[in-house]
C-alpha cells in the first residue's frame, strides 16, 4: 500500500527541519506537511547539539522570519558580539590583543539553548497544526520523477510508508538524500573539532583581577559574547546558554593539529593545558561537571546539489557545512530554507520550477563558495595578532555589505536585481578572495605583534554604522543604491588594509593589488600596534 500522499515531508525535526515547516506553513497555511524526527521529544537542554551561537541573518530569520522574537529574548541570550583574544601559550588574558566591542551593537544576535529552543519549534509547529512525529525512522526513499510522489518507508508511531510531493531532507549529518545520491564534495577545507557542555558559568570577566581590564566594557559582561580564544591553526569557542552551562568548543587545521590530540576529553584537556593554559584551568576544575562530549574529523563539506526540479531540496547540515568560525550555520539554513518555500509556493502555483531552481542553485552555492573563501587555508592566521583583527574587519563588512542586505531587504529571490547587479557583485566576490590571499601573504611576513590592547569595534563610525542601518527599510531603488555603495565601500576598505599592510612589512606586498590605488576615501581602521 503507497500510504497517505502529502505536500511535503520533512526527514529531520530539529532546527532546519522545524524552522522549514513553519516557514512553509506562514507562506501556504492549506499546506499538508509532516516532519520526521529520529529523536524523542522532548529533547534535553544544553547537552543536545552543537550550534548555540547566532549572527545577523540567522538571528534575523528566527526573530522576525518565524516570529520569535520574544522567545528569543526571553528564554536565551543576547549576544555581546563576538570576541577575540589573542592568547596562545598564555595565561594572562588581561594582557593579550582583545579584538570586540565595548558596548553592544545595535542589531541583535543571540546564544541559543538548542535543546530549549527545538523543543519551543516542536511545540510551535504543533500548534499550528503541523504533522510533527518525532521518535520516526527513515527506513528508505524512493524518488519521484516528474509528476510521481517520492515514498518514504518509516518505523515508529504512525503510517509506516507515506508519500510526499516534495521530500525535503533536513536530516544533518546522517544528509539521507546527499548520501543517497551520492552529492558530497570535497571543498578543500579540512579541520577537526571538539566540543562539550560544563554544567556550569564560565564568567571570562573574573579571569583577571585588573581594573581596567573589567572595565573596558560595559556592562561587565565578556561572558555573553561568543569568545574566541585563538592561537596557530586553530581556535576555540566559549558560548554561554541560558540555562547556566557553558559549551566549550576546540577547532583546528587538520594539517597542523591531529584529531588524535582533541578526540577523547582528558586529551582535550592536555591540549588546552598546553595551548589555553587559562582555559584549562577553568574546565579542569569543573570536570566533575562535564555533560557531554563529542567530535567530528574533517567537519567541512560541500554539496553538489541543493534543489531539484524533480522537487527535493536539501537544507541545513544535510546539504552543505561550512566553518562554526563566525557561526555561519543557521545563516544557510535561512538562505535554503527561503528558497525551498519559494520553490514549494511556486509550484502550488502552477510555475515553471526549472527557471527558478537554476537560479536558486546558483545563488546558493555563490553564497557559499564566498564564505568557504574566508576558512579556506587561513586558519594558520588565526593567532596572528596583527593580521586576523583586520582580516575580521573586512570578513565583517563584506557579510554586512552584501549577504545581509540581501537576506535583511528579502531579496535573496529578487531575480531582477541579481540581473541588474550580478557584474558588479561577482566583482566584489573576486575581490574578496584576492582579499583572503593577501591576508595568507602578510600573514607570512607579519611580526605577530600582540601588544595589551582593546581594539574596539564600535570605535570605527562606518563599520558600526554598518550595523545600525541592517534594519533599514529600503525600497528597490533604496537597495541598489545601498548594494553599490557598500561595494565601493569594500573596495576602499580593501585599499586601506593593503596601505596599512604595506606599512608594516614592506611594499613589496602591494604587487598585484595596484589597480586598488584608485578607491577615492580610505575607511578608518585601528591604530597600527
Known sequence: MDGTTHDAVILGGGLAGLCLALQLQDACPDLDVVVLERRGHPVPAAAHKVGESTVEIGAHYLAETLGLRDHLEQAHLRKFGFRFFFSHGRDDLDAVT??????????????????????LLGEEARRRGIAFRDGVSVRSIELGQG???????CTGDGEPWMQARWLLDASGRAGLLRRQLDLTRDNGHHAHAAWFRLDDRIAIDQWSDDAEWSARCTP??????????????????????????????IVVDAAMHPVESINRFPRALDWLARHQPALAREVAAREDRLMDFAFFRDYSYGCARMFSTDRWALTGEAGAFLDPFYSPGTDFIAIANTYITELVRQDLAGEQLAPRVRLYERLFQSFYDSTLALYRGQYPLLGDAEVLPIKVIWDYAYYWGVLCQLAFQRRLTDAALFAELGPELEQTRALN????????????RSRGRNPRAMLDQRELPWFAAM??????????????????????????????????????????????????????????????A
Do not use: K
Not at 579584538?99 to 551593537?105: K, N, S
Not at 559582561?221 to 566549550?248: D, F, K, M, Q
Open 220 to 249: 561587565r559582561e565578556r561572558w555573553r559574547s561568543t569568545n574566541h580564544l585563538c592561537g596557530p591553526g586553530y581556535w576555540c569557542w566559549l558560548i554561554p546558554l541560558a540555562c547556566g552551562a557553558h559549551s566549550v568548543g
Open 467 to 528: 550595523n545600525a542601518t541592517l534594519h533599514d527599510v529600503l525600497d528597490d531603488r533604496g537597495v541598489r543604491a545601498r548594494l553599490r555603495d557598500n561595494v565601493a565601500l569594500l573596495r576602499a576598505l580593501a585599499t586601506t588594509i593593503v596601505e596599512r599592510a604595506a606599512s608594516s612589512v614592506g611594499d613589496t606586498l602591494r604587487e598585484g593589488m595596484d589597480d586598488l590605488a584608485t578607491a577615492d576615501h580610505r575607511p578608518v581602521l585601528f591604530t597600527a
Open 98 to 119: 582583545e579584538l570586540g566591542v565595548r558596548e553592544v551593537l545595535p542589531t541583535p544576535s543571540y546564544q541559543i539553548d538548542r535543546g530549549i529552543f527545538e523543543n
Open 433 to 444: 578572495e584576492r582579499m583572503q590571499a593577501f591576508f595568507g601573504r602578510w600573514h607570512a
Open 147 to 153: 509528476d510521481t510522489p517520492h515514498r518514504v518507508l
